[in-house]
């Protein structure tokens, strides 16, 4: 205890700092996201210049192989991926925080049963579900790539409720609480939920950035957000035959997909320092 | 009259060990019974069969005369305000996202006990030594000792008639547990307290009356005094004897 006293005031400032950076390059995605809901710079499925024209004035990332500017679809990228990110991690935790609950609090058989799905659905890659549930649906669109994602995301989410929400258990305080006369959603919500929810926040964020990179690679074999959809993924399956001549539309996605990633890494740990009273001062 | 009174409990989590065994035990009114044997005696089981947490086999366990049905809402409501428990550890009883004030409230608010809270809860704090003004801060910022005392301010915080302390001072070192002990002799003198333990030293400083368990059945009962001073059964004995001692002359030699 005491030397986690004497090391807060260094670890409470690289906190904020990681903080800060994450809700900046979060932040930034966020506004140049809402941004192309009303401005583009140049009309993303329209040829604006020449053919993989280099960066220029005009054209900031320069042109595709098909003259289009590179650096409106990457905006726009950036709306998808959010889009992507967001919607996937959201059904995957529903989803998956409810069947970790649930097989917790389980009789042993059906707990068992749940556990065991759960390990061979995990076995499977995130991908590998997502395209068969893709597959499975008749249309590829972005919301088939979400729920697909979200779905293949949810076991991983179930599976890590169940064993942090079994550890909370045991926990003296949850008897005391029922000794107190809490009802058990009530013990779940005060309880339970507050002390799995460090832990699954930043799983969840590590989850978002799976979520974009599994929906770049759906988009990259076809099964996502068909044209014109420019999602970071299609633009780097378009540049692909390229990438010797006009090498930025595969960096560009490239960079931009590892900034979000990291960006909602730091600020779900960040947040996540941020509530946690055991971190605070004394 | 008796407050607790359990008749002839058996119970067992599977079907051919029992964990319990014919335990009959009467808790008076104001009464300070000390419950004692090792572990695995079968004494925190018995504890959970008296707060209701599991039902026994069979044998009947009535609170004030009334039987203890678990799926009986209304009865359980005033049952548990009247029969709160205190646990061994002080670092797992406490929530560690919870406020000192959350959780002393807590049986105020989930028991839907009427009046001031924050007011009970400034009581509590002081019925067990501790500043009033600590209900802000979280469990972290406590010793074992101190935690002790919040867990004990939550259970005595619903005016129970009856404290029921699972090995409530085994976790803490010695000159924490003489002021728990002494605390919880102070508590004892308006409510009736069983003490779980497997420490007779404490039982002997703190309890009017004994109660040996061993392997699910209780094998001796009586006053503290006269239990220890003459032994009956043969393992409350070979418990006595094993009471580390100083010896005194071995040091000095």
């Known amino acids: ?282 | 009259m008796s407050l607790v009174r359990v008749d002839h409990v058996s119970f067992g989590y599977t079907a051919n060990r029992r964990i319990l065994d014919d335990v009959s035990l009467d808790i008076a009114q104001g009464d300070t019974i000390g419950l004692v044997g090792e572990s695995g005696s079968g004494k925190t089981t018995l504890l959970r069969l008296l707060l209701g947490l599991a039902r026994p086999d069979s044998g009947t366990i009535t609170f004030d005369g009334k039987p203890l049905e678990p799926g009986n809402g209304a009865f359980m409501r005033e049952f548990r305000r009247q029969a709160q428990v205190v646990f061994q550890d002080p670092y797992s009883s406490l929530d560690p996202r919870q406020t000192i004030q959350s959780i002393i409230a807590e049986p105020l608010r989930s028991l839907k006990i009427a009046g001031d809270h924050a007011k009970m809860v400034g009581n509590a704090l002081d019925a067990v030594g501790l500043d009033r003004d600590v209900g802000t801060r979280f469990p972290h910022q406590f010793s074992g000792g101190q935690r002790q005392r919040i867990a004990i301010a939550r259970a005595i915080v619903p005016g129970p008639r009856l404290l029921l302390a699972d090995e409530a001072v085994s976790a803490l070192d010695l000159t924490t547990r003489i002021r728990i002990v002494d605390l919880l002799a102070g508590l004892s003198k308006t409510m009736s307290l069983l003490f779980v333990s497997h420490d007779i030293g404490v039982v002997a400083a703190l309890c009017r009356r004994i109660v040996i368990l061993e392997k699910g059945r209780i094998v001796e009962a009586g006053d503290t005094a006269a239990v220890l001073a003459n032994p009956q059964h043969p393992y409350t004995q070979r418990l006595l004897a094993s009471v580390p001692r100083l010896n005194l002359n071995e040091v000095s030699s």
């Open chain 1, 1 to 282: 205890m005491s030397s986690a006293t004497m090391t807060a005031p260094a670890d409470k400032k690289s906190h904020s700092l990681a903080l800060m950076a994450g809700i900046l390059l979060v932040g930034l995605h966020v506004a140049i996201g809402l941004l192309t809901l009303v401005w583009l710079p140049y009309d993303p499925t329209a040829m604006a210049g020449g053919r993989l024209e280099g960066p220029s004035l005009l054209h900031w990332l320069g042109t595709d192989r098909l003259g289009r500017d590179l650096f409106t679809q990457m905006m726009i990228g950036s709306r998808i991926a959010l889009i992507v990110g967001v919607g996937a991690v959201a059904i995957g935790a529903v989803i998956g925080v409810t069947l970790g609950l649930l097989a917790a609090f389980a009789s042993k058989w059906l707990d068992d049963a749940l556990a065991a799905t759960l390990d061979i659905l995990i076995a499977f890659p995130t991908l590998l579900i997502a395209m068969l549930v893709v597959a499975a649906s008749d249309t590829a669109n972005l919301w088939s790539a979400i729920v697909a994602l979200g779905i293949a995301l949810s076991a991983i989410v179930a599976r890590l409720t169940r064993i942090l929400a079994k550890r909370v258990l045991v926990m003296d305080y949850i008897t005391a609480a029922r000794t107190s006369g809490s009802s058990w959603p009530k013990i779940v919500a005060i309880h339970i939920l507050p002390n799995i929810w460090p832990t699954l926040s930043v799983n969840f964020a590590l989850q978002f950035g799976l979520a974009v990179i599994a929906e770049a690679s759906l988009s990259y074999l076809g099964l996502g957000a068909p044209p014109p959809n420019a999602s970071w993924g299609r633009i780097l399956q378009e540049a692909q035959g390229t990438v010797y001549t006009a090498p930025l539309g595969a960096i560009a996605p490239g960079i931009a997909l590892v900034s979000l990633a990291i960006g909602v890494n730091l600020l779900a740990d960040g947040l996540r320092d941020a509530i946690d009273p055991t971190r605070r001062a004394r």
